[in-house]
């Protein structure tokens, strides 16, 4: 009897394998490509890699590690995404609790505003935001990239983390009336540690977003060395005429992966619970 459900999720099993496998195959090629010479790479395709004799190097890793200039972009992502996403989740956190919480002429409509900029390409804005910032010197500047990233995320801020206010219960808040705590008070006392798995998961993926952004880094920072992130260097790396040097770009790639990546594993606990915690509302 029991070998029933399994032969039923048989082929449930079988499909999430195939998925997985197609999503891993070029993460492997990849990872296979960073640790190859560049002669085997243009002269073979990246399984070859596997077999024997194996012929892996970390040169090109040395490489981008000690000539890339990776390190200073590196420094460049962290003073771009860790203020960007704090603006970003902060100021979204303090609106998104106005919305849900407190009750102000117009409310609804600056809301229903607010949201509908969500449907808004952020392509369409572009040019006249960089006319603004070529006329305000804000142009190339960190708090420039700042400002750009958190105007384009506050629609989406908004909206996810006043949903997650609003269905708190109404007691907590009604309580803390009761007792005589002001707007300011309950908001930083109540309302900001109930709500710690939505701004974590808000947190986690706009640090995402914005560590791996080219777009909006190579238009309002554009190529300059002493602003440049690792996703604009990066793309540097390889020659536009001639595809040389991709085989720095597979290290790179992975270089620039690792801290994202550890910050997501470190935190993904938050994560997931931001996630549950917004499903079962």
């Not at 972009?73 to 100021?91: E, H, K, Q, R, Y």
């Not at 105007?151 to 907590?172: D, I, K, Q, S, W």
């Not at 808040?173 to 109540?190: K, M, N, Y």
Request: glycine share 6%; net charge positive; hydrophobic share 55%.
């Amino acid at each position: 009897m029991a070998s029933r459900p399994r032969a039923r999720r048989l082929p449930v099993h079988l499909t999430l394998l195939v998925l997985c496998a197609a999503w891993l195959v070029p993460l492997v090629g990849l990872l296979v490509s960073s640790v190859r010479t560049p002669y085997d790479i243009t002269t073979s395709g990246w399984w070859h890699g596997l077999l024997p004799p194996y012929r892996f190097t970390v040169d090109n890793y040395t490489q981008v590690l000690t000539t890339g200039g990776l390190g200073r972009a590196f420094v460049n992502s962290l003073l771009i995404t860790v203020p960007a996403v704090t603006v970003m989740t902060s100021v979204g956190a303090v609106a998104a609790y106005a919305f849900a919480r407190m009750r102000f002429a117009g409310r609804r409509t600056v809301f229903i505003v607010l949201i509908a900029l969500l449907v808004v390409p952020a392509q369409m804005a572009l040019a006249p935001v960089l006319r603004l910032y070529n006329t305000l010197h804000l142009a190339g500047t960190f708090p420039g990239i700042w400002l750009v990233h958190a105007g384009f995320a506050m629609p989406f801020a908004v909206y996810l983390l006043r949903n997650f206010m609003a269905g708190l219960p109404e007691e907590v808040f009604e309580q803390a009336a009761v007792d005589g705590a002001s707007a300011p008070t309950v908001f930083l006392r109540i309302a900001l540690p109930i709500s710690a798995p939505a701004l974590a998961s808000f947190a986690i993926f706009q640090f995402l977003w914005v560590w791996n952004d080219l777009l909006l880094a190579l238009i309002f920072l554009g190529g300059d060395p002493a602003v440049a992130p690792m996703t604009v260097s990066l793309s540097n790396l390889v020659n536009a005429n001639t595809g040389q040097g991709w085989q720095l770009l597979t290290a790179a790639a992975f270089v620039s992966m690792a801290f994202p990546l550890l910050i997501f594993l470190t935190l993904q606990r938050y994560f997931v619970r931001g996630l549950l915690a917004g499903a079962v509302k």
